[in-house]
């Protein structure tokens, strides 16, 4: 089964910074990766799907990219409601695997 | 507007059973595979199951196999998940999700979950 790694853990960024958050996967997943944002109290929402594909609605300063085992998620300058936890979450095979998350918390 | 929303959840004593139901409205359900996803208290996001959009074939996660049977209405546009011999680890905010229009099991929208706590 493939294992999604995240890094940091934890991200402490000031408004208007950039962030840079990573998934691993431990055997090629292909593109077939996304990424969600979980803020407390609510449901996942997606953001980028086939590893660089902004879901509907999301702002450009997000993106995503990578292919394989390494990928990224890139927010250009952090705004006040980009304060979440982040997951991927590979599809190319069975089981799906989400990763450990990501917190992003201002600094 | 998409909406999947989860019920069924509660207390249940370890080793008992339950049954989720996610009630799908907004689209063409019976066009979509859909899963279910759950998070235990504190902790990150845990695939549990999936089914086809005809219900035709199901996929469990190692750690439900055998215990847990994700079934679906297509005429009712609702989704299940029967949950049995259930156990502390179990406890968690159980989500309903709708995989995307790309192609692939990943998840465009998703309920507002449902917990299920297994405690005596």
């Known amino acids: 089964e493939v294992v999604m790694t995240q890094s940091p853990g934890t991200l402490s960024v000031s408004p208007g910074e950039r962030a840079t958050l990573s998934c691993r996967a431990s055997q090629s997943v292909s593109s077939n990766l996304v990424w969600y944002q979980q803020k407390p109290g609510q449901a996942p929402r997606l953001l980028i799907f086939g590893a660089s594909t902004r879901a509907t609605g999301i702002p450009a300063r997000f993106s995503g990219s990578g292919s394989g085992t390494e990928f990224t998620l890139t927010i250009s300058s952090l705004q006040s409601e980009d304060f979440a936890v982040y997951y991927c979450q590979q599809y190319n095979n069975w089981p799906l695997a989400f990763g450990g998350g990501t917190k992003v918390e201002i600094k | 507007e998409v909406q999947l929303l989860e019920s069924g959840g509660g207390l249940v004593q370890p080793g008992g059973s339950l049954r989720l139901s996610c009630a799908a409205s907004?689209?063409?359900?019976?066009?979509?595979?859909v899963s279910w996803v759950r998070q235990a208290p504190g902790k990150g996001l845990e695939w549990v199951s999936a089914?086809?959009?005809?219900?035709?074939?199901?996929y469990y996660a190692d750690s439900v196999k055998g215990r847990f049977t994700i079934s679906r209405d297509n005429s009712k546009n609702t989704l299940y998940l029967q949950m049995s011999s259930l156990g502390a680890e179990d406890t968690a905010v159980y989500y309903c999700?709708?995989?995307?229009?790309?192609?692939?099991?990943?998840?465009?929208?998703w309920g507002q979950g449902t917990l299920v706590t297994v405690s005596s």
């Open positions: 999700a709708k995989v995307g229009d790309s192609g692939g099991y990943y998840f465009d929208h």
């Open positions: 907004g689209f063409s359900f019976r066009s979509y595979a």
């Open positions: 089914t086809s959009s005809s219900g035709g074939d199901t």
